[in-house]
């Protein structure tokens, strides 16, 4: 796993800086509308949150979201329109894409981008999260990490969030990695 910086003052960023930049994954699941999802070719070249996460999580998912959906309320609308959020469930036995779609759209009304569910088998879940660098879920995934990754339009990550930070600092580092 990359390392992260250890001080909040060592950057540009409000989150926590990646020592190692982690390119943007590339991994293939079903979105919530039932078609394929190409996660590396949908995304490229846009600014892109991505969280592993569930929807019956009682705590750090739907508050994570919330966040998100608040940081992209608060930015230009610019760059909340080439904003992508991706949510990849960790529980899939549970999250089927349309209750991913249900689940999600409780966040993103009124955004000019719907966010992003995406499911598959436990396999093809595990092989995402092994892409993107995070932490395997455990328990059926309801104990995974709580990583916010921030892709830029570079297609790199450079900074992530976790359960704490909040939708200012989101805000505000999608602002940086935008150019805005």
């Known amino acids: 796993m990359a390392e992260i910086s250890t001080s909040a003052d060592a950057g540009p960023y409000a989150g926590r800086e990646l020592s190692d930049p982690r390119p943007r994954p590339d991994f293939t699941l079903t979105a919530q509308g039932g078609a394929r999802f190409d996660f590396a070719q949908e995304t490229s070249g846009q600014p892109t949150l ?100 921030l892709y830029g339009p570079d297609d790199v990550a450079r900074v992530m969030f976790s359960a704490g930070d909040t939708a200012e600092e989101i805000a505000e580092d999608l602002t940086t990695v935008t150019g805005s």
């Open 50 to 149: 991505l969280f592993f996460g569930y929807a019956n999580c009682p705590d750090v998912c739907p508050t994570t979201m919330a966040d998100v959906a608040l940081a992209l309320r608060s930015v230009p609308e610019d760059v909340a329109a080439r904003t992508q959020v991706v949510f990849v469930t960790t529980d899939p036995a549970r999250d089927t894409p349309k209750f991913l779609g249900e689940y999600l759209a409780r966040f993103d009304a009124e955004l000019p981008n719907r966010f992003v569910g995406l499911t598959g088998t436990p396999a093809e879940v595990e092989s995402a999260q092994g892409a993107a660098e995070v932490s395997l879920a455990e328990a059926g995934g309801t104990m995974h990490a709580t990583s916010l990754l």
